[in-house]
């Protein structure tokens, strides 16, 4: 995914399904400068991690 399809999903309403290494996530933000997302598991949401925006898939 590239940063700025990120973005817009992070500030968006609606519910986009986007998986990080198969599980799906939810971003809460996104940072242009480092591509890295701040990420958490639909299932899990205590566990949050910053990851490569391009390691994201929108479904």
Same mark, same amino acid.
């Given at each position: 995914? /590239?940063?700025?399809? @990120? *973005?817009?999903? @992070?500030?968006? &309403? +609606? &519910?986009?399904?986007? !998986?990080?290494?198969? !599980?799906?996530?939810?971003?809460?933000?996104? +940072?242009? @400068? !480092? *591509? &890295? @997302?701040?990420?958490?598991? *639909?299932? +899990?949401?205590?566990?949050?991690?910053?990851?490569?925006?391009? /390691?994201?898939?929108?479904?």
């Amino acid at each position: 995914m /590239n940063v700025g399809r @990120a *973005k817009e999903i @992070a500030e968006s &309403m +609606d &519910m986009v399904n986007v !998986t990080y290494e198969g !599980t799906p996530v939810i971003i809460q933000h996104v +940072d242009e @400068a !480092t *591509k &890295m @997302a701040r990420i958490y598991s *639909k299932m +899990d949401p205590e566990h949050e991690q910053e990851v490569p925006v391009l /390691n994201l898939i929108e479904e």
